[in-house]
């Protein structure tokens, strides 16, 4: 997880090689995908994704994740990969929010 969320593709690659399981869930329940969404490591998410990461649920936080350090540009690549990827834009979490109910509850409703 934390190759995820520093933006670390060599360590990411090397887990691969190595049959690491890269849907992997930590005990809160994100994936190495949520977190690199989270930190908006674009890179570290496509070598996840290419390589047959799961990450449809990621969407959601790719709609809230324009914190100061990830550039509106960034969060709008990262949904966009999502979306190529099969992220499901109606998906809901587990308590029944969608993507879009996210943003707009963030004050961020310019993603949709």
Known sequence: MIASMSGNVPAIKLMI???IQINHI???KHSAVHWAVACGQLEALMTLLENGA???QAVHYAAVATIDDITLE???AIL???????ANV?????DGRTPILWAASCGK????
């Open 90 to 94: 109606n998906a809901r979490d587990i």
């Open 17 to 19: 090689e190595n049959n």
């Open 109 to 112: 409703f310019f993603f949709f």
């Open 80 to 86: 966009h990969i999502l979306l190529k990827y099969g």
């Open 54 to 56: 799961r990450g449809a």
């Open 74 to 76: 960034r969060c709008e």
């Open 26 to 28: 930590d005990k809160e």
